[in-house]
Each structure stands twice: as C-alpha cells, then as structure tokens.
C-alpha cells in the first residue's frame, strides 16, 4: 500500500507529560514515527495543501493561538513546553484573553498535550499527510496509509487535548466531501474515542461518524463516547459510537466492527476516512484491550471487506518496540 510521511512531523517533540499526578516522558514520541516508517517501507513525502483545508475544520483563533503559543510562552519568561493549569469549565464563551495562560486553557481540555517549539510544524505536516493520502485515494488508488504524528482525534474545532492539536481525519474527510467523493465516513479504531472528530461532525447529517472504543465510563477522554451519543439536529442518527469494556479480544472486536459496518453502509457510504490507532495492542503501555499481534491483519481484513475506498489515518498506538509490526500487520489485511 502507498504510505505517506513527512520528515517535518519529527519536529514535535514534548518533553512530558503530566500522568497520575507526576511528570512522565512524553508517549507520544518522535520514535513512534520512526518504528512505523522503517516498517512501512519507505513512505512518500507529503505535498503541501497550504491552510484552506486545515481552515475547514478548526477556527481561525485556535490557529493563531496554537501558531504563537510556544513563542507567547516564551515570552511570558517560561523554560520548556507550554502547558495549562485552569480551565473555564463552568461557563466557557468566547472572551478575548490576553494572558498565555488564560489562552491554554481556553482551547485545550488535558494537561498531557504540551505545546513545544516545534508542534505547530508537527501537526501542519501531519495534516499535510493526511491530504497527501486524501488525495492519493481520490486519485484512484483504492487505499492509502497517510503516517500521521501528532495524531488527531481528541483535537475539536477549537482545542486541542489527546496528544492532538489539528484532527487530520476530519481535515481529510471534510476535503474528501468537498471533492464530490461523499457519501463520507469516518471510521475510528483507536482504543480511545475520537472526542474531536465527534464535536465536529455531531451537528452535521452529511458526514458519518462511528467509533469502537474502550467504555468512557473507565477510559479517557470520558466525557465523550457513550452510547446514548448518536447526532444532535440536522447530524441526528449519523454519530454512531460502540464503546467495548476493558479486556475485550478479537472476537468482540470484529463483531463491533460488523456492527458498525452495518450502520456505515445502511447510511448509503461511497467513502471512508479510517482513524486507525494500534493503541488496542494487549502490549499499549497506556491501553487495556487484548487485541493481540497477529489479530491486526484480521482487523485491516474486516475493513477492507467494506469494499469502500479507505484513506488510513494513524493515532494512537504506544508500544513503541512493537508499533511498526502491529501497523504493517494491519495494512496487510488490505489487498495491494
Ligand atoms: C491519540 C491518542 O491515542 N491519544 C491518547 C491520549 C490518552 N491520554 C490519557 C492517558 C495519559 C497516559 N499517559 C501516559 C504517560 C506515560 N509516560
Ligand atoms: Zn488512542
């Protein structure tokens, strides 16, 4: 399969995070990248797309403030990454602040996305990737692997949180059904709900939404990813999302997948932008499913079977020793 990557994602590099009370390394590292690259082969650079797709989905304040964060943090006389400590929980509208502090809490909802020098080059390649994809797949090629870091998911229209900051899947979907490719899905296999892509998409009827993920009732981003949650107005029956319990294995997993399979092609789908996370692995160091290595190629088999033209957008996935094996595993179910 035809992968893209593009050296400049490299260039996000967090130091830590904040986890459980106390500074760990950072999970979402650079390394991550670089274990699927070598798996992979050799992906293809991504071609730039410049910020009208980006535009699409995210508001245009959240861009300038993710642009001059890590400078205004700077600024402000700080060492190291920017990172929040309050947020406008009880009532959150739209005041102008000033204060770097204030801001990085207006648009972002965790403590474990930093902003580090590099991160807005990061995730502006990264969403370049994903259209470079995108468009591969327009193209005509029936699938393509777009090797996204930071990932995407968590991040919303207007904050970022999950180890996101721009959401590729939804850049990539709202580009593919301005193209006329549509009927769109989007598909999210991560371990964790794709909060992002539903704030997005959840008030919209033209663009799908379906998600296979571990129970917010014991999981991150909790606020998000219950049952009950199915589209709001003109977006009402097109947000689908099947939240499994810890431990779940292969078996379970693929009837979710069938079940979502269902939905997506009863909504009448012509196109589908994958949201794939190998963070299911029974190895995750931050994940508590059993999907074990051989299983992704079953998983990667079961997607391909939807007989839809796919665009795959990595997320998560943090065994980092077996990360590589586990994603080529996956694009192995997929058909050359
Ligand atoms: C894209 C994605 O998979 N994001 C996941 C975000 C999960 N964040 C909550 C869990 C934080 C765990 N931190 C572990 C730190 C180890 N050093
Ligand atoms: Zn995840």
């Given at each position: 399969m035809i992968s893209f990557f593009d050296e400049r994602q490299l260039s996000?590099?967090?130091?830590?995070?904040?986890?459980?009370?106390?500074?760990?390394?950072?999970?979402?590292?650079?390394?991550?990248?670089?274990?699927?690259?070598?798996?992979?082969?050799?992906?293809?650079?991504?071609?730039?797309f410049g910020m009208a797709p980006i535009e699409a989905i995210h508001d245009a304040d959240y861009l300038a403030f993710?642009?001059?964060?890590?400078?205004?943090?700077?600024?402000?006389?700080?060492?190291?990454d920017a990172i929040g400590y309050t947020w406008p929980v009880v009532r959150r509208r739209k005041l102008s602040l000033d204060r770097i502090d204030a801001r990085l809490g207006q648009y972002s909802f965790d403590a474990s996305t930093p902003i580090a020098e590099g991160t807005w080059d990061g995730a502006y390649w990264s969403a370049q990737t994903a259209l470079t994809a995108l468009d591969a797949v327009l193209g005509g090629a029936r699938t393509a692997f777009a090797l996204c870091r930071p990932p995407g998911h968590h991040a919303g229209a207007d904050y970022l949180g999950g180890y996101c900051?721009?959401?590729?899947?939804?850049?990539?979907?709202?580009?593919?059904?301005?193209?006329?490719?549509?009927?769109?899905?989007?598909?999210?296999?991560?371990?964790?709900?794709?909060?992002?892509?539903?704030?997005?998409?959840?008030?919209?009827?033209?663009?799908?939404?379906?998600?296979?993920?571990?129970?917010?009732?014991?999981?991150?981003?909790?606020?998000?990813?219950?049952?009950?949650?199915?589209?709001?107005?003109?977006?009402?029956?097109?947000?689908?999302?099947i939240?499994?319990?810890?431990?779940?294995?292969?078996?379970?997993?693929?009837?979710?997948?069938?079940?979502?399979?269902?939905?997506?092609?009863?909504?009448?789908?012509?196109?589908l932008v994958l949201s794939f996370g190998a963070d299911t692995f029974s190895g995750d160091p931050i994940s508590h499913f059993a999907i074990e290595t051989e299983d992704f190629s079953a998983i990667g088999a079961r997607i391909a079977a939807m007989g839809l033209p796919t665009a795959i957008i990595m997320e998560g996935g943090y065994a980092v020793g077996d990360l590589g094996g586990n994603v080529a595993r996956f694009l192995s179910g997929f058909p050359d």
């Open positions: 996000h590099t967090p130091l830590r995070e904040l986890h459980n009370g106390t500074w760990t390394p950072y999970a979402e590292c650079a390394d991550r990248a670089r274990n699927i690259r070598a798996a992979v082969g050799t992906p293809a650079p991504a071609r730039d993710l642009k001059g964060a890590h400078a205004a943090w700077r600024a402000a006389g700080r060492e190291d900051y721009l959401n590729n899947a939804a850049i990539a979907a709202q580009h593919a059904h301005a193209a006329g490719a549509g009927p769109v899905a989007i598909l999210d296999v991560d371990y964790h709900h794709g909060n992002g892509t539903q704030d997005i998409f959840e008030a919209r009827g033209d663009i799908f939404f379906a998600s296979i993920h571990a129970d917010p009732v014991t999981d991150y981003p909790f606020y998000w990813g219950h049952a009950d949650e199915t589209g709001i107005g003109d977006g009402a029956g097109t947000t689908l999302n939240p499994l319990p810890r431990g779940t294995r292969i078996d379970a997993y693929l009837a979710a997948l069938d079940s979502a399979h269902a939905q997506i092609s009863a909504w009448g789908t012509r196109f």
